[in-house]
T-cell receptor, first 117, second 110 residues
Framework: DADVTQTPRNRITKTGKRIMLECSQT?????MYWYRQDPGLGLRLIYY???????NKGEISDGYSVSRQAQAKFSLSLESAIPNQTALYFC????????????????FGPGTRLTVL | GQQVMQIPQYQHVQEGEDFTTYCNSS?????IQWYKQRPGGHPVFLIQ?????EVKKQKRLTFQFGEAKKNSSLHITATQTTDVGTYFC??????????FGAGTTVTVRA
C-alpha cells in the first residue's frame, strides 16, 4: 500500500555500522510493527507498538531497537549491524477495531532490503 | 511457544489444475489470516477467519478454518498465472501472539 512507506528501499552497509530504517503511514492506524523476512522462515516479528507510548518486543528483538516518534512514524535501528541481519525488512500497520486481538489485519509497506557485509 | 507450520513450502502447478496449502498450529487460534506476496512485492491481506469450521470463498480461492481452530487451508481451483506468489497464513493465539507460517511459494506451468 502507498499508505505505508519505508525508507530506504535498499541499503548496503558494513559490519558494526549503525543503521536506521524508517516507516511512515497515512492510514491513521495506531498499531505498527516491524518484521524481517528470510527465505524459508517467513515473517518474524521484531517489535510492535500499539500507540506512541507503547513498545513491545517481538520474537527476535535482540540486536534491534525501535522508536515511535509519532502515531505515523515507527523507526527500526540496528545499533551495530552484523551479517546475519541481512534480510528483507517490512513495516506494517493495523487498526484496532478488535481491541480483544493484538494483531488485526496487517497492511505492509514495500520493504527495505538490507545487506550487511 | 506458538508455532505455525505451513506445507508444502513449494507448489509447482500446471495451469488449470487445483492445489491446496495447509497451515497447522500447535495451539488453538483466535483467528487466522491469509496473505499473498507477489514476487518482489510485499504481503497483501487476503482474508481473515474467526469461527470454528468457517469457510470463505474469494472467486477461485476457498479458505477454511478447522473445527478445533488449530488448522486452516487455502484451496485454489483452476490455477492461473496470476496466482504465482507466496501465500502466508498468520495465526493469532489466545495469548495474543501473531505467528506467520513460512509460506507456500507457488509457481505455475503454462
Amino acid at each position: 500500500d502507498a499508505d505505508v512507506t519505508q525508507t530506504p528501499r535498499n541499503r548496503i552497509t558494513k559490519t558494526g555500522k549503525r543503521i536506521m530504517l524508517e516507516c511512515s503511514q497515512t492510514k491513521g492506524h495506531d498499531r505498527m510493527y516491524w518484521y524481517r523476512q528470510d527465505p524459508g522462515l517467513g515473517l518474524r516479528l521484531i517489535y510492535y507498538s500499539f500507540d506512541v507510548k507503547d513498545i513491545n518486543k517481538g520474537e527476535i528483538s535482540d540486536g534491534y531497537s525501535v522508536s515511535r516518534q509519532a502515531q505515523a512514524k515507527f523507526s527500526l535501528s540496528l545499533e551495530s549491524a552484523i551479517p546475519n541481519q541481512t534480510a528483507l525488512y517490512f513495516c506494517a500497520t493495523s487498526d484496532s477495531l478488535n481491541p480483544g486481538w493484538r494483531a488485526d489485519t496487517q497492511y505492509f509497506g514495500p520493504g527495505t532490503r538490507l545487506t550487511v557485509l | 511457544g506458538q508455532q505455525v507450520m505451513q506445507i508444502p513450502q513449494y507448489q509447482h502447478v500446471q495451469e488449470g489444475e487445483d492445489f491446496t496449502t495447509y497451515c497447522n498450529s500447535s495451539t488453538t487460534l483466535s483467528n487466522i489470516q491469509w496473505y499473498k506476496q507477489r514476487p518482489g512485492g510485499h504481503p497483501v491481506f487476503l482474508i481473515q477467519l474467526v469461527k470454528s469450521g468457517e469457510v470463505k470463498k474469494q472467486k477461485r480461492l476457498t479458505f477454511q478454518f478447522g473445527e478445533a481452530k488449530k488448522n486452516s487451508s487455502l484451496h485454489i481451483t483452476a490455477t492461473q498465472t496470476t496466482d504465482v506468489g507466496t501465500y502466508f497464513c498468520a495465526g493469532e493465539s489466545n495469548d495474543y501472539k501473531l505467528s506467520f507460517g513460512a509460506g507456500t511459494t507457488v509457481t505455475v506451468r503454462a
